[in-house]
């Protein structure tokens, strides 16, 4: 316990004295939205008394919500809830310029991100402020890719996207896994295999950024269904193992049934673009390969999920007649306090040799995902020299790695290994993925 507290007492340290140059640590940009507001609060709750001298702001359009924001947490939270308010449009370059020029990190919730995110990433570019988001926006990410890695490397700036449950359980989850199989048995991983089992509602932002993606024309909808839209494809071009999973499968060594996961699309890409930026001194062979699936109580259920979402003109039609929710609505603080997640990696060597881990937390979309995106945006503010990239488009484990994996674990979401799996795995000599 004392060296814990030594360590917090060095983190804050570090924290407070090496960003006098700025104003600000970290700035919550998109605060009043229902993920903003859940991050606002983590911050009050949690880190302003971890570190006490961090420099933190919220920001928004709306001065009046970003008020309401700040009495409510300071109501709750005393000083430790009473950050600077900061107000910006999105539309207006100029004050977006100001925002992130104070800041040494900006943490983006404010979506959709191919709508609303550009300029405040064109200016973390300029003014040499690391950025973390929660986007799942595949396409918009493919555009940050093209338009700033390049100048984001050169200038030492981290632009680091999907940072909540989209997709920090996958990409962190499967190089952990890879880790633990090189540990185990002295072995690479030639591919790693994901398996979720969840609980949990989806909020009204979440159902319209997917709706305004799949309205934006069919170029947007191929680039979706692009399994390497985001780079990391074999040398041998794309094989079967490398398709989404569209069909209902019962596998064997978990002994349950699976189905397409709804969020595959997103951290699928995800995983192999840190493929892509890490490489073969990480671990991942050329000929790697990544999918993931969710796991269900039965055949029915898999045979459900796997005819997909309602038509666009449906989801639209749900939303505006209630039974949907509408942008800044979400779960109860009730239903999120019953929600989980647990997923279930399954790393494999070309042996056949496979090791099993999980990574776990409670409600996944929101209270986990406000966790995992405040937990991403204080490596970069507190621990950022110590990280493995130098600056780019990146992702979690290639921004982040095993610092990640640490932090989240000490803040609740759990990495670990499944050793009785892992035995009957090592023992079988192959996973059957």
Not at 288 to 304: F, I
Request: charged share 20%; proline share 5%.
């Amino acid at each position: 316990a004392q060296n814990q507290q030594t360590g917090k007492l060095r983190l804050n340290t570090f924290c407070s004295s090496k960003m006098a140059a700025k104003a600000y640590d970290v700035v919550l940009w998109g605060a009043t939205g229902f993920t903003g507001k859940l991050v606002a609060e983590y911050f009050a709750s949690t880190v302003a008394k971890r570190l006490p001298d961090l420099r933190w702001a919220v920001a928004a359009r709306n001065r009046a919500r970003l008020e309401s924001l700040t009495t409510d947490l300071q109501t709750k939270y005393g000083e430790q809830g009473n950050p600077a308010v900061l107000v910006g449009e999105s539309g207006d370059q100029d004050s977006i310029d100001n925002i992130v020029s104070s800041t040494k990190v900006m943490l983006c919730t404010a979506g959709p991100f191919i709508k609303y995110g550009t300029p405040v990433v064109d200016a973390c570019v300029r003014f040499k402020t690391d950025v973390v988001d929660i986007t799942g926006e595949t396409p918009w990410v493919r555009q940050l890719v093209d338009r700033y890695h390049e100048d984001a490397k050169a200038n030492g700036v981290h632009v680091v996207n999907c940072c909540g449950f989209d997709s920090a359980p996958s990409d962190l989850g499967a190089f952990y896994a890879m880790q633990v199989l090189r540990e185990r048995t002295g072995m690479t991983s030639r591919r790693v295999r994901g398996y979720m089992a969840m609980s949990g509602q989806l909020s009204g932002g979440t159902l319209t950024t997917g709706i305004t993606l799949e309205k934006m024309g069919p170029d947007i909808v191929k680039q979706m269904n692009d399994p390497f839209l985001l780079g990391g494809a074999p040398p041998d071009g794309v094989r079967a193992e490398d398709a989404d999973v569209t069909k209902p499968e019962f596998v064997e060594t978990l002994d349950s049934w699976t189905g397409p996961f709804m969020m595959a699309g997103i951290n699928t890409r995800i995983v192999r673009r840190s493929k892509e930026l890490l490489g073969a001194s990480a671990g991942y062979q050329p000929d790697w390969s990544y999918n993931e699936v969710q796991l269900v109580p039965d055949e029915e259920t898999a045979k459900k999920i796997s005819r997909g979402l309602p038509p666009v003109e449906k989801r639209e039609q749900m939303v505006s007649m209630g039974m949907l929710p509408k942008p800044g609505e979400g779960p109860s603080a009730e239903v999120r306090a019953q929600s989980m997640f647990c997923m279930t990696l399954i790393a494999e060597a070309d042996n056949g040799q496979a090791v099993a881990v999980t990574v776990s937390g409670g409600d996944p979309g929101y209270d986990e995902t406000a966790k995992m995106v405040s937990e991403a945006a204080l490596c970069l503010a507190c621990e950022k020299s110590s990280l493995p990239a130098e600056g780019g488009v990146l992702t979690p484990a290639s921004a982040f790695g095993g610092v990640m994996i640490r932090n989240l674990q000490a803040a609740g979401i759990m990495f670990a290994v499944n050793e009785a799996l892992t035995a009957k795995l090592l023992a079988q000599g192959s996973s059957k993925l």
